[in-house]
């Protein structure tokens, strides 16, 4: 069977996929163009694509008749998906849950404590040779041992940030979720949206897609706190990126910490331009073993279905 790998990935990954399949590798590392996603349709037995791949509706509209039977996505989050026109296309879809969970969960973390401490502000205060020297008062943040987090998603990232968060720093732990969570895997209460927004530190860490498009907007924010720092590391649509920075403007909060954007790989300038928004370029997964297992996750399931057994991650 004919695969197309749209980005380049670790190389044992690569060694697996070509052990079992035709492939065929891009070497950019920018997302399909249009006329590509729709020859990768038309070429192609199996596809393993990535964020910022966009196979939406007008994509399989093109391709009436595809070749392709599976779009085997690299990573936890398939937004870039229109699921339901894949699935009309005769195409699965499935992706590479639990892999990702820890790492997202550690980024989260390093976001709270570099933008709580002011971590980016300072490192960039002693590169341009600005630092005086220690003083009393100099650069104080908060301090984040027994505050409270607000966590907006208590899936598996979620519960892996609350247990970072209560084991490590003492944290109490509200949530919002859309569903009735039984077990947030530590003490912790399931509260409105609204109550979980007030909390000290607020993280995002819901799944993309038209259900969570703009989930975190102004009247959201609103609900936050002037000394409270803000953290997404979910999609970046999630959040409505203007209101954000309307908040953060007028002292509505207190600071950002963002690993993803709403039209990435653009980053305001807005955002870039305040000291207290801590910013880095989606690097949720970004450990050499991490991205190893997503990729043999996702060859895990290209196998599968060539063998016709049932998918391991099915979307």
């Not at 002011?118 to 008062?137: D, F, I, Q, S």
Request: proline share 5%; glycine share 10%.
């Amino acid at each position: 069977m004919k695969l197309l790998i749209t980005r380049p990935l670790p190389e044992t990954v690569m060694a697996a996929a070509r052990a079992r399949f035709d492939v065929t590798a891009r070497d950019s590392t920018l997302p399909l163009s249009a006329e590509e996603l729709r020859a990768s349709l038309r070429d192609y037995d199996l596809v393993l694509p990535t964020l910022g791949d966009l196979y939406k509706a007008d994509v399989f509209a093109d391709v009436p008749a595809p070749r392709a039977k599976m779009l085997a996505n690299f990573g936890v989050g398939y937004n870039h998906i229109d699921v339901a026109a894949a699935r009309a296309a005769g195409l699965a879809v499935t992706n590479t849950p639990g892999a990702v969970t820890d790492a997202t969960a550690d980024i989260a973390l390093m976001l709270i404590l570099m933008t709580a401490r002011r971590a980016g502000e300072g490192e960039r205060l002693v590169r341009a040779g600005r630092w005086e020297g220690w003083h009393p008062t100099q650069m104080l943040g908060l301090h984040i041992g027994g505050k409270r987090l607000g966590v907006i998603g208590m899936g598996r990232i979620g519960k892996a940030i609350a247990k970072r968060c209560h084991a490590g720093f003492g944290m109490e732990v509200v949530f919002y979720n859309r569903s009735p969570v039984a077990d947030a895997g530590v003490p912790a209460r399931q509260v409105g949206m609204a109550e979980a927004m007030a909390a000290d530190v607020v993280v995002v860490a819901v799944p993309g897609g038209p259900a969570t498009h703009h989930l975190i907007n102004a009247e959201a924010l609103a609900a936050m706190r002037p000394h409270a720092i803000f953290v997404n590391i979910a999609r970046g649509d999630v959040v409505e990126e203007a209101a954000l920075i309307a908040a953060l403007q007028e002292g509505r909060i207190a600071g950002a910490g963002l690993d993803v954007y709403e039209f990435e790989p653009k980053v305001p300038q807005a955002l870039m331009a305040m000291e207290n928004v801590t910013l880095l370029p989606h690097l949720g997964t970004a450990a050499l073993e991490v991205r190893t297992n997503m990729g043999m996750m996702a060859v895990d399931n290209l196998i599968a279905f060539a063998e016709g057994r049932a998918l391991p991650n099915a979307v």
